[in-house]
């Protein structure tokens, strides 16, 4: 938990800087693959070819495909149709994502308490990001949401892939960055623009900063923790960076923040972790143990 805790707050400023300095300004592809080359650096010490099954580094790789590599290119062209909030407000499904595909990859029935404490976490983020949309939310809508999926994918992925073919985190780390440095290569051969690099020191610092810190660490923390908690409570943490992403938005660059929704909405994405933790956990043991 404290784990997923840090790297909200890590997160937070990811939006605020994308949608300032970095959407429309720098080429989708071209900060796609700078990021996750940057994250692939990081971790490149601990890649070892020998150690580790070509199905294990596969299936290491297929799931950093899907988390940072697939999931950044619908991420980055969402910011092209929405603003740093409405970004914001259309990751509220994530949880129910989470806890959906979980209960797929492990072979369970719908667990329909860790489904309920996954919208209570939305509805959380709906009470704090429900507002008027742009024009062109559609796009935006579609675009957050293949991002949402595919980060659903990943980090689900990951839990249950070191549940069934554990290995040393960070050695499983350099394979999940080589699965999506493949993406980001190919994505940027195909579609990059040459013309839209970066410009300023500014633009280049901030690359640097995402690849190695926001991406480089944070999925690392994040997927890390992921595998200490269970799928409820990771899918309930995935709304905690909305109203961190907002409290951030408003320090930087004082955008209004409607503080009544957010102490609101905040309050009931935290009540929806202490109910998963006190009501829905407890219970699903019980029936476990009494099955």
């Not at 190919?186 to 579609?191: H, P, S, T, V």
Request: glycine share 8%; proline share 3%; aromatic share 16%.
């Amino acid at each position: 938990m404290p784990l997923l805790i840090a790297t909200t707050i890590l997160w937070a400023f990811s939006f605020s800087l994308i949608g300032v300095y970095l959407s429309g300004q720098v080429d989708t592809w071209f900060a796609v693959l700078m990021r996750v080359a940057l994250a692939f650096l990081v971790f490149l010490p601990f890649l070892r070819l020998r150690q580790v099954s070509v199905k294990q580094a596969s299936l290491y790789m297929t799931v950093g495909a899907f988390q940072l590599g697939i999931m950044y290119l619908f991420y980055y062209q969402s910011f092209l149709y929405l603003s740093v909030p409405e970004v914001l407000l259309f990751t509220i499904l994530t949880p129910v994502y989470v806890t959906l595909i979980y209960d797929l990859m492990a072979g369970n029935r719908l667990r329909v308490g860790y489904l309920l404490s996954a919208l209570l976490a939305v509805v959380g983020a709906a009470v704090i990001r429900y507002d008027q949309l742009s024009s062109q939310f559609w796009l935006g809508l579609v675009c957050i949401q293949g991002a949402n999926i595919c980060f659903a994918i990943g980090q689900v992925g990951y839990k249950r892939l070191m549940e069934v073919y554990p290995m040393p985190q960070r050695n499983a780390f350099s394979w999940f960055y080589l699965g999506a440095l493949c993406v980001a290569v190919m994505a940027w051969f195909i579609f990059g623009n040459p013309d839209k690099l970066p410009t300023t020191h500014l633009q280049w610092g901030i690359l640097i900063w995402l690849g190695i810190g926001a991406s480089g660490l944070g999925f690392f923390m994040w997927n890390y923790g992921a595998t200490q908690v269970d799928a409820g409570t990771l899918a309930i943490m995935n709304n905690a960076l909305i109203p961190a992403g907002l409290v951030v938005n408003f320090a930087l660059w004082q955008h209004d923040v409607n503080w009544v929704r957010l102490i609101i909405g905040g309050g009931i994405i935290v009540a929806s972790l202490l109910v998963h933790k006190w009501w829905v956990v407890p219970n699903a043991v019980t029936v476990k143990k009494s099955a």
